[in-house]
Structures are given as structure tokens and as C-alpha cells.
């Protein structure tokens, strides 16, 4: 049995920068080990699994689709369904309801809408969940910072739309270059207080916001660092929209894995009503790389 996959750029318009992101399309035959040994080959920071139903059933419930790094398997996370959403798009267009890809993923249905005949998407998330608020002192110490290198108007604080990041507000994009996370120290230290990792987040004080960020971020995980992470910039804007930081329903520009030169493009929103943040999305571009076949013994 050989299975078509695609690999994708996602959010950039540039082929070879963005988050790769590895798709392998009608699975449903696969064991859950199967598509973890698939994964660790591939060796992306995630591979994601298309496993078809019946159309009626996709209509009702979406399209049916697992996400798995090279470890283990994901419940949500944001670079794979905006690119996976894009080559749904592109190669199963009885999937796309009035410009909407509707994935059902393991946290619930997420739903990407596209502006035009494009793969510009823009993905709604969960309302996010406010977990709790960490020390700074402590924050920066295992950021590798000094405490006056964070915002002290924002509060550290773990929050989820889907996956708990540890959303830390920098003063300068110059501290922000100078990130360097204690992982030893830092992954048991968040998983004891919800959080995976650190999502840490600078203001670029552009001048010219049409061409420049507002924002610059970087996540870094295991001693290496993250492209884009779209899932955690849905926790930001949530963070930041719930602090008064961002107004309701502005959008802003986020760049992300300018430090490995993989530069990506994150646009943001999300609405605060009655002191509760809703309408959380996350959008960027896709760009096809490469399409092949796995041979399945």
C-alpha cells in the first residue's frame, strides 16, 4: 500500500522558510504505532495523518486528522491544521464548504476559513483557559534573563486554546535575542503548573506596521527552537486581548524563527465580550515543497 504525502512551508509565502510541516493523506488503515514511526522518518517538528470518512460525515463532523511530532501525539497544535487545511484544500476540494476546511482533530472540531482562491487561511481556535500566574524572578532566571528584561505590566501567565503555553511579555526584542531557556530546569518546573513550554513575546516598536511586525516571538523547546508556533500565538492573543495590551478584535502581525533563519509570518485576533475572550484566530500562508509516496510493507 503506498500513501501520497505533501510537505508544506506554513505560515510564509517562501518556499524553505516557515514551520515544514509533513501531511500523509488517507490513513485510516494505519495503527497509531504505525503513523509514530512515520512521523519519527519524516523527523518534522510534526506530521499529521488524513484519515477519510464519508463525505457526510466530514460535512457533519470535519475531516478527520491526527498530529503527531516524532515523540508522541498531539491533541491540537496550530502550524499542522492551517497546513494541513491547505492541502485539503488544494487536493480534496469537496472538503472546502462555503471557503472553510473544518478538521477534526483530537481537541474538537477547528474550523480554517480562506480569503479568495488563495491559501491564506485563518484558523479559529478554542477559547482560551487563564491558568496560573508565574513568578518573574523565577521566569526570567530560567529564560536565562534578568527579571527587568520582562514587561512588568504583564504578568507571566500559563494559558491553553488546546495546548497550556507559558506566555511571557519581554520588554525589548533586544532581550528577546538574548533568550536562552534552561530546559533541564524549565519543562518539569511549567508541566507542574500546566504549561509545555515558554512562548516569549517582544514589541518591535514598528513604525511602518503595513511592512514590520508589531511582535516578535520565539519558542524554544529541548534545545532547539520552533519556526512558528501557532497554537501558542492563539494563547498570546488571548493573554494579550484579556490584558488590555491588544484591542478587541485588532489584528496584529507576529514574526517568529528570524533567529534560525526561518522567518514566519503570524497574523492574530480574538475578541474580548463580557470580560470573556472569544473568537480566537490564527492566520498566515501555506506554500507546497514537495509530494511524494510512502511504501508500506
Known amino acids: 500500500m503506498a500513501l501520497d504525502y505533501f510537505v508544506v512551508d506554513v505560515f510564509t509565502q517562501t518556499p524553505l522558510k516557515g514551520n515544514a510541516l509533513a501531511v500523509v493523506m488517507n490513513t485510516a488503515a494505519l495503527t497509531t504505532e504505525r503513523m509514530q514511526a512515520i512521523a ?10 488524513v484519515e477519510r470518512r464519508p463525505l457526510s460525515v466530514e460535512r457533519a463532523e470535519g475531516v478527520r486528522v491526527r498530529i503527531f511530532t516524532t515523540q508522541e501525539e498531539l491533541n491540537f497544535a496550530g502550524h499542522p491544521t492551517l497546513g494541513t487545511a491547505s492541502v485539503l484544500k488544494t487536493h480534496a476540494l469537496e472538503t472546502v464548504v462555503d471557503g472553510t476546511v473544518t478538521l477534526a482533530l483530537n481537541v474538537g472540531p477547528v474550523p480554517v476559513r480562506f480569503a479568495g482562491a488563495g491559501l491564506s487561511g485563518e484558523m479559529t481556535q478554542r477559547d482560551p483557559e487563564f491558568g ?6 523565577i521566569v526570567a532566571e530560567l ?28 520588554r525589548s526584542v533586544e532581550a528577546l535575542g538574548r533568550l536562552k531557556v534552561d530546559q533541564e530546569k524549565a519543562t518539569p518546573w511549567l508541566r507542574d503548573r500546566g504549561g509545555r513550554w515558554f512562548y516569549v513575546l517582544a514589541p518591535t516598536n514598528a513604525i511602518n506596521t503595513s511592512t514590520e511586525p508589531e511582535w516578535r516571538a520565539r519558542m524554544q523547546f529541548n534545545g532547539g527552537e520552533d519556526p512558528a508556533t501557532g497554537s501558542a500565538a492563539g494563547c498570546a492573543i488571548g493573554y494579550l486581548v484579556n490584558r488590555g495590551a491588544v484591542a478587541s478584535d485588532a489584528r496584529i ?33 501555506t506554500v507546497f515543497v514537495a509530494n511524494g509516496q510512502i511504501f508500506q510493507p
Open 40 to 49: 519519527r522518518e519524516f523527523n518534522l517538528s510534526e506530521t499529521t495523518f
Open 132 to 137: 496560573e500566574e508565574l513568578d518573574p524572578a
Open 143 to 170: 529564560l536565562g534573563l534578568s527579571a527587568e528584561d520582562l514587561d512588568a505590566s504583564l504578568p507571566p501567565q500559563v494559558v491553553s486554546t488546546g495546548t497550556a503555553f507559558a506566555i511571557v511579555v519581554l
Open 253 to 285: 502581525h507576529v514574526r517568529q524563527g528570524a533567529e534560525i533563519h526561518r522567518e514566519s509570518d503570524l497574523f492574530l485576533c480574538a475578541r474580548k465580550e463580557s470580560a470573556k475572550v472569544t473568537n480566537v484566530r490564527v492566520g498566515g500562508s
